[in-house]
């Protein structure tokens, strides 16, 4: 299991257990965490997952996909640091990991 | 809200019911929480059933929208293997199959909508299959694997998604539609003409403007499709994608208002103020069109959900979305905004041939519908087209030189 703390927009932090193999994003929703919709369920098609990593992860979260980022182009309030949830799968690397959600994912 | 909270009753734990159950939560709202689900399984994603779990890509815990121990957690009674089978409005009960009733303060159908069926000889043969549920999908796999024969009636979404799944798994796979082309009912020419082609190249055949006659079995399971002109396609198995139709005889029978599914306001509200539809089922106010339409898709699901708890849970009505959906086959991602209602002009971004393109659909210069195949720029900045209804500059939106953020600047 790997702790990753989620904080929401206002502030609101949730650190919870995550089984590697899931994503960040499936991490959140499954823990039903406010701020990450994923309307597409992790099939990098709708751009509702998009969180800020945190800055001292994000050489362990590694790259975007050319696909993510054409997708995170067009999402608001997009910064260096922003990442598709669904597109960042937890490992044991990632024990601590911190991401922080934008104000809306719509 | 009043106080003491209002005990809101579910019925159907799909997508919908599922996602409100949880926003409800999310929305800090307090009462009781019962969710009825006909299926013997918690809430899921049905998307994945035609696409990555078919493949093997996705596991069973990965279409569960939350966990198992999710609903006791938060005090929602999840009640599945339970039907629902008679709404009295008056008393405001619900009748189970069991000849239970459950009462509720709020009411939220979320029946979603079920596979079209074919009124054909031999339609109840084993091994004629649809796909709406987690059972179907398992009925599926298990006809699929190297060599064996597939027969897909519709060539819809769902068809050609199982039939990218079905290649995929070594299946051999055809698939019959009754009109002349592919994807009629939701998708342009264009759109239909590049399926088709790139599907025929990796090895899925077509049998269009097919006039189905029959299932013809052996032993009691399918065995060949019988055709107007007297062929039979022999198969191992045939998947029905025909359409659905909403489940709304539960609102139908209890008097409240019904069109082409069950008739809903921007608050996912019926004719009756303390019963509220949202997902497939619903016939909808489309605000970026001025009209209503019934949906069936993931984006609708979510937005009637948060559109439901907003109002059940006092908070601000959210913001209308444009309308969106997916289709991933081989390695194609389909992204469509909108709806092309009333348009009068196509216009093509890219070149069909290097499978990266995308057709917007204008209704006097303005977008109204994007269909991106591996375009998510075009996806993206089509939704905002969209909502925003100007004129869009069409020399300008067919260059491809540049860039979908720069078109309208």
Redesign the interface.
Known sequence: MAKITYIEHDGTEHTVDVKPG?SVM?GA??N?I?GI?A?????????TCHVYVDQAWLEKTGSSTA?EE??L???EGVEPNSRLSCQITVSDQLDGLIVRMPESQ? | MSDPAPHVVIIGAGHAGGTIA?VL??YAFTGPITLIGDEPIAPY?R??LS??WLKGEADAE?L????DS?YGE?GIDLRLNAVAVGLDRAAKQVRLKTGETVAYDVLVLATGARARRLAIPGAALGHVLELRSAADAEKLKAALGPGRRLAVIGGGYIGLEAAASGRALGAEVVVLEREPRLLARVACEVLSSFFRAYHEARGVKFELAADITAFEGADGHVAGVRLADGRLIACDAALVGVGALPNDELAREAGVDCANGVVVDLEARTSDPSIFAIGDVTFRPMPHYDRAHRLES??NA?EQSKQAAAAIAGRPAP?P?VT?N?S?QYDL?L?IAGVPFDTDEILVRGDPAGARFAVFHLQQGAVRAVEAVNA??EF??GK?LIASRRPVARDRLADTTIS??EVTA
Request: proline fraction near 11%.
């Open positions: 899931q499936e929703v499954k039903n406010p919709d309307d597409c369920g992790g099939a990098c098609a709708c751009a696909m054409s997708m182009d067009f999402a719509h | 949880a939560r999310q994603q998307p994945p696409k990555a990965a569960m929208l939350k966990p999710f938060h993931v984006a979510l913001t979305e969106w997916w991933d991602k992204q998510p720029p993206m900045m905002q979908m953020k």
